[in-house]
């Protein structure tokens, strides 16, 4: 790293990121409607008592040991670590309640927001998983919840439809744009819009406007901190390599942070790479994109030459955005994370064997980080590595009958 | 005469009696032959006219601006064929362009402002563009004379209010619900008292827009601003093959 790089990198680690202008170096930012300004500074404002207060984070943690299922296992993967040629553990996301990294953000928000006194929550889902933990977590403090999700994956990611629906979460189908995440994301913003005082938006992932990129990160590190302990508890040593698949990025960013102050700790994102390199056939934003702003945030995004943003195509509902939380962004700027993408192809290719020789189906999502630390793995024999495994597949096993039976 | 001071006089003497009236349509839609006759129409009634430059994800938009704005891209229509078309024509009438950030980001600052001097428009509605973040953009529009037209809410403070007021030009724009732009629901009776509030603050002309549909919208605010903008209702009108000049009479008549 340059030394520049290596002020910025100390700057976020003592804190001063995002700064008083919500942004990671130049990324990030507060690009909302006016009606929701009034709301995010509340927000911004409560956000800093709360994060900082003891009871709050005791309640928090104790929610998330007795209800969420934390601390989640690192495991050993025998069989990948021997035919790969290098130690490989497992950070299980897999294993919380609702089967995704996705209930740490759901719960501590669904907790804040019931601090806050609002009176309903809205949310926004790609592949379900955030939905679903939204729908559980607004049952278990008790707030009435709307989620909404895109036409198409409502088709592709039917089991977590009723899921929601039998928590007593509304799911509103979104017929507008592209008919994913990004219009879902849309709608619940427009949602929010209409009554900011009562309404609190459970944003998905580290994206959006300031401070919803650090209050995301805050709910998810406590991945990262989990697992930098385990690997210590258990090989007295830190791994050598980091691996998180990159859609947003509240995984990554949750897995990345404790981790970014070990210098000696190769860290790696991995997006979409969708069916070719062509824009509008992957989801690979910072492999791809260019600096721009959607949904509230500076950050990397693909868009075309006018300003209009890009369809995206991935296999993976929970990858298929055209943008990417600004922190990432500047991870990527400063050199600290190296981000690549992996294909539709070689996600589920990866999928089949980590369910073959592990016993453990991925999500799609997760399974684009193996694609990535296998590849890593074949010139660093010996090395010991570290893959988020940030969501289980059984939401996935639609699309898998379907390739199945093909 | 051009730009923000333009803006302002022609909201100070509208072409009829009573408040001004601006419409607001999006470019290029129904379609894109269209769009410098309609330009033509609306300025024979019109007092400034707003026009919308199609965006992907527009996210303050109810679902009529989606539609349109969606068409718009369909039929081919950018920032830059909307520059080229307006430099084809002359109008005695202030042009606003509202846009979302991304496509005047990606466009370039410096030359928006020349693409906006060289074709005739005299400002910008920006609306994920919040006093906070909007200062590079409205240096460089308002050193060249032209107006970043700025927005309060009804969920905007009073002191907020004030610091917004100060930093917009041509006119304020105050947003009569909260929630998107052609809202179902009624304007709400204190909206008069919130509109009075702005009217109070602002040193510039203000106008009210979102939710504003027809006659009876237009008396109940009349008295409380100095301009309405009228958007989903005339772009519906549009869309539905009617004049939107009778439309316009109809709203003051």
């Given at each position: 790293?340059?030394?520049?790089?290596?002020?910025?990198?100390?700057?976020?680690?003592?804190?001063?990121?995002?700064?008083?202008?919500?942004?990671?170096?130049?990324?990030?930012?507060?690009?909302?409607?006016?009606?929701?300004?009034?709301?995010?500074?509340?927000?911004?404002?409560?956000?800093?008592?709360?994060?900082?207060?003891?009871?709050?984070?005791?309640?928090?943690?104790?929610?998330?040991?007795?209800?969420?299922?934390?601390?989640?296992?690192?495991?050993?993967?025998?069989?990948?670590?021997?035919?790969?040629?290098?130690?490989?553990?497992?950070?299980?996301?897999?294993?919380?309640?609702?089967?995704?990294?996705?209930?740490?953000?759901?719960?501590?928000?669904?907790?804040?927001?019931?601090?806050?006194?609002?009176?309903?929550?809205?949310?926004?889902?790609?592949?379900?998983?955030?939905?679903?933990?939204?729908?559980?977590?607004?049952?278990?403090?008790?707030?009435?919840?709307?989620?909404?999700?895109?036409?198409?994956?409502?088709?592709?990611?039917?089991?977590?439809?009723?899921?929601?629906?039998?928590?007593?979460?509304?799911?509103?189908?979104?017929?507008?744009?592209?008919?994913?995440?990004?219009?879902?994301?849309?709608?619940?913003?427009?949602?929010?819009?209409?009554?900011?005082?009562?309404?609190?938006?459970?944003?998905?992932?580290?994206?959006?406007?300031?401070?919803?990129?650090?209050?995301?990160?805050?709910m998810q590190s406590i991945i990262g901190k989990e697992a930098r302990q385990q690997m210590l508890n258990v090989e007295e040593s830190l791994p050598d390599a980091v691996f998180a698949c990159v859609g947003g990025g509240s995984n990554a960013i949750g897995l990345f942070h404790a981790f970014l102050g070990d210098s000696e700790v190769e860290l790696f994102g991995i997006e979409a790479g969708g069916t070719s390199d062509d824009l509008g056939e992957n989801a690979a934003t910072l492999a791809s994109g260019k600096p721009g702003i959607l949904h509230g945030t500076y950050s990397m995004l693909l868009h075309d030459n006018d300003g209009l943003i890009q369809e995206t195509h991935s296999v993976s509902a929970g990858l298929d955005y055209p943008g990417v939380g600004p922190e990432h962004a500047f991870l990527q700027s400063i050199n600290r994370v190296k981000y690549s993408s992996a294909r539709d192809d070689e996600a589920l290719e990866l999928l089949r064997e980590v369910c073959e020789y592990e016993g453990i189906l991925p999500a799609i999502e997760s399974s684009h980080a193996f694609v990535e630390a296998k590849k890593w793995a074949k010139d660093n024999k010996g090395k010991r590595i570290l893959i988020g495994l940030s969501g289980r597949g059984d939401k996935d096993m639609p699309t898998l009958s379907k390739l199945m039976h093909e | 005469m051009f730009g923000g001071q333009y803006i302002e006089d022609r909201i100070k003497a509208p072409k009829a009696p009573g408040p001004a009236i601006i419409p607001f349509i999006t470019a290029g839609h129904p379609n894109a032959e269209d769009f410098k006759q309609t330009l033509y129409d609306l300025a024979k009634k019109a007092d400034v006219i707003e026009i919308g430059v199609p965006f992907s994800d527009p996210m303050a938009d109810g679902v009529t601006i989606q539609r349109s704005s969606h068409m718009a891209i369909e039929n081919g229509v950018t920032l830059t064929w909307i520059f080229s078309q307006l430099k084809e024509i002359k109008l005695d009438t202030p042009i606003v362009l509202m846009s979302y950030l991304n496509p005047l980001y990606v466009f370039g600052l410096k030359e928006l402002v020349e693409a906006s001097i060289e074709s005739g428009v005299d400002g910008y509605i920006v609306p994920d563009l919040p006093i906070e973040e909007s200062k590079e953009l409205n240096d460089q529009l308002t050193d060249a004379g032209l107006a970043l037209i700025q927005l309060v809410t009804p969920a905007t403070p009073s002191d907020r209010i004030e610091m917004i007021t100060k930093q917009s030009s041509g006119f304020i724009y105050a947003v009569t619900v909260k929630g998107v732009t052609g809202g179902e629901n009624a304007l709400s009776a204190d909206v008069t008292d919130y509109l009075e509030q702005v009217h109070e603050i602002s040193k510039i002309p203000v106008c009210a827009g979102f939710g504003i549909r027809d006659k009876s919208d237009v008396e109940m605010i009349a008295e409380h601003v100095d301009g309405i903008i009228v958007g989903s209702a005339i772009v519906e009108t549009i869309e539905q093959g009617n004049s939107p000049t009778e439309f316009l009479d109809r709203l003051k008549n």
């Open positions: 790293m340059r030394s520049e790089d290596q002020n910025l990198l100390k700057a976020l680690l003592d804190g001063e990121f995002p700064d008083e202008s919500g942004r990671f170096g130049v990324f990030g930012g507060q690009y909302a409607p006016e009606t929701l300004m009034p709301a995010l500074k509340k927000l911004e404002k409560n956000i800093k008592i709360f994060l900082k207060d003891k009871t709050f984070q005791e309640e928090f943690v104790k929610e998330l040991n007795s209800w969420a299922g934390r601390p989640t296992a690192l495991t050993y993967a025998k069989q990948l670590s021997k035919r790969w040629g290098v130690e490989v553990f497992l950070k299980r996301e897999d294993l919380t309640h609702t089967g995704a990294h996705k209930i740490n953000n759901a719960l501590g928000q669904a907790m804040l927001a019931k601090k806050l006194g609002v009176k309903r929550i809205v949310a926004e889902t790609g592949a379900g998983q955030h939905g679903v933990a939204s729908a559980a977590a607004c049952a278990r403090v008790g707030l009435p919840c709307t989620v909404y999700m895109g036409a198409i994956d409502i088709e592709r990611q039917a089991p977590n439809v009723d899921r929601m629906k039998q928590l007593g979460t509304e799911v509103i189908s979104v017929m507008s744009g592209d008919q994913t995440l990004r219009a879902a994301i849309d709608e619940a913003f427009r949602d929010w819009v209409s009554d900011p005082e009562n309404t609190h938006y459970i944003i998905g992932s580290v994206v959006g406007p300031h401070p919803f990129p650090f209050l995301v990160r805050e | -």
